[in-house]
């Protein structure tokens, strides 16, 4: 688990835009770093393990919250 100021908040988005902003915070990022972002897209649970795959990241976890869902993502 990982401190809530460690995580992107992407709440309240909507499809596209958990995917497009989580995109861009790993063209940031190095490689082999790790990024968790929260999300309350129901389409996020489809959406984010798919870019991860098409994008050669790597799904670290994926967790069910009350109103949300958080993902752990390494950059590829």
């Known amino acids: 688990m990982t401190t809530a100021d460690a995580i992107y908040d992407l709440r309240g988005l909507k ?3 958990p995917v497009l902003k ?3 915070r790993l063209s ?3 490689s082999g770093a790790e990024l ?3 999300t ?3 389409l996020a649970v489809i959406d984010i393990p798919h870019f991860c795959s098409e994008s050669g990241h790597v799904l ?3 967790e069910k919250h009350e109103a949300s869902h958080r993902f752990h993502i390494r950059k590829g």
């Open 28 to 30: 940031i990022m190095e």
């Open 36 to 38: 968790w972002i929260e």
């Open 15 to 17: 499809c596209p835009l």
């Open 22 to 24: 989580t995109r861009r």
């Open 40 to 42: 309350t897209d129901p």
């Open 60 to 62: 670290l976890a994926s």
